[in-house]
């Protein structure tokens, strides 16, 4: 259901967009990320940064978008997410004792400590790249195909690097004794 919760605001904006258009759409995905981190605020009393950069990004580029009639800054949005996170990413390979993909799955796994890295530097060119992508489809694709390709192409591409990264993982999980 969290999962499902997490995808709300994009599957809405992907409905939205096929009976209307990219600025009702752009409309729709602004209130419903919205109300995704009210929800979050009174579920667990708390709201991440990258919640909040989220959503700041999505009220700016999404409100840029609407009042300018321009469908480039939501098509933006997605890429300057991606590149906040990979920034993130990347920068906790220097910033603290810990990279941010060993804080986040360290109560759930034990990994020697260049693996984290290792995981945590997939994770920063991962989302760069992706960031990346996003430009070369929105530049050269159709707005159809580019909503399209967030919907289901991002996902998708998350789901095949997760995979990657479970088998990279695997190796190196110590082997229990029954």
């Not at 009393?45 to 840029?64: P, R």
Request: charged share 15%.
């Amino acid at each position: 259901m969290n999962q499902f919760f997490e995808f709300f605001p994009i599957l809405l904006f992907f409905l939205t967009y096929k009976f209307y258009d990219i600025y009702v759409a752009t409309g729709v995905v602004i209130a419903a990320t919205l109300v995704q981190v009210v929800y979050s605020w009174f579920r667990h009393k708390t709201i991440g940064v990258m919640q909040w950069i989220t959503l700041a990004l999505v009220i700016v580029m999404g409100s840029a978008t609407i009042y300018l009639h321009d469908e480039q800054f939501i098509k933006w949005k997605l890429s300057i997410v991606e590149w906040l996170f990979g920034l993130v990413f990347l920068g906790s390979q220097f910033i603290g004792k810990k990279p941010v993909v060993e804080r986040m799955l360290s109560g759930s796994l034990t990994l020697p400590a260049v693996i984290w890295k290792r995981l945590n530097l997939m994770w920063a060119i991962f989302f760069i790249g992706v960031g990346f992508i996003n430009v070369y489809v929105m530049y050269n694709y159709t707005t159809d195909d580019w909503v399209t390709f967030k919907t289901f192409g991002v996902p998708g591409l998350m789901i095949m690097f997760i995979l990657v990264q479970m088998a990279l993982i695997y190796k190196h999980i110590p082997e229990t004794k029954e």
